[in-house]
């Protein structure tokens, strides 16, 4: 089994997105002996300029091209070391509207790759998520709590994970998987809440929130989630699987107060909205393994990584200007 150490050719799919794009950054900046290979379908969440800084480094080296296609994958996954999938279609609204384009990057893109990987030795790495749980009136769910998603995002992450795992038993292929919480930080598509929030109170317009605000999020600045990953590819076991958590759960209502006391917005931007279709009331998730295991901790407060990610939003404004305001909408799932 390969780990991270010498000098690492490592795959990154979906590295113009968000979480992407800052840990294709992170590795560069901090690991630069190691070698990038960025594929990428440039999908709408995708940005050239999320992969500026390091676009010119030898150490670096960029495809377009979808995960879907076995051909290219094939050629790229020969080459490197070790696989790391955040390609994605990640918006459960979207998924609402329409889901076929979520089966096709999030269940069959990564049985493309299984099937690449299942006769060699490359390590790969799944980038999964809390939804896989479905909503949780109680408690906090582990490693191994059931499955119980609630959108069809949700549903197609389940199902990558459950094709991973019998790859693992039957192929012995050498996968990892993480389930990380709700992401947030720079660059991260507005179409989310959290900038979704920053970029309409900017403009003094109003804020969209579905039902009573009351639905509770754990929060994780993505900088501290691509450490975690970093950590699981260093010293993961094959065929585990990591929760990744940052004990940061706040229901929605709150977020956006927050983040307005931030930018001395008034509250009165707020404005309920109706609800989204089996919209989950809460998620939880146990990290104690990534902690105790593979020492992982996360070193963002939630006050600090909003002060972050509002300052950085206010400072790049060029960055979503140019995408348009069309996914400010206040109910995305309807269209």
Known sequence: MKKFTGVLKILVTGGLGFIGSNFINKILEEFSEHQVVNVDSEFYGSNQKNVQKVAHSKKYSY???????????????????????????????RSIAN???????????????????????????????DEVFGSLQSGTANENSVFNPSSPYAATKASAELLIKSYVKTYNCDCLITRCT?????????????PKVILLAKQEKKIPIYGNGRNVRDWIYVNDHCNAIIDVMKNGNSGETYNISANNEVDNLAIIKNILSIMNKSEDLIEF???????DFRYSMNSEKIRKNLGWKEFTSLEKG??????????????????????????????
């Open 306 to 335: 909003l002060a972050l990610t509002v300052n950085w939003y206010l400072t790049n404004v060029e960055w979503w200007k140019e995408l348009g305001l069309n996914v400010l909408t206040s109910s995305p799932w309807k269209t």
């Open 63 to 93: 495809f377009k091209g979808n995960i879907c296609n076995h051909d290219l994958m094939k050629k790229l996954i020969n080459g490197c070391d070790i696989i790391v999938n955040f390609a994605a279609e990640s918006f459960v609204d």
């Open 273 to 279: 909205v109706e609800d989204r279709p089996g919209h």
């Open 99 to 129: 889901a076929k384009p979520f089966f096709d990057s999030n269940t069959y893109g990564v049985f493309n790759i299984l099937e690449i990987i299942k006769n060699t030795e490359k390590r790969f790495i799944q980038i999964s998520t």
């Open 182 to 194: 709700n992401n947030y930080g720079p660059q991260q598509y507005p179409e989310k809440l959290i």
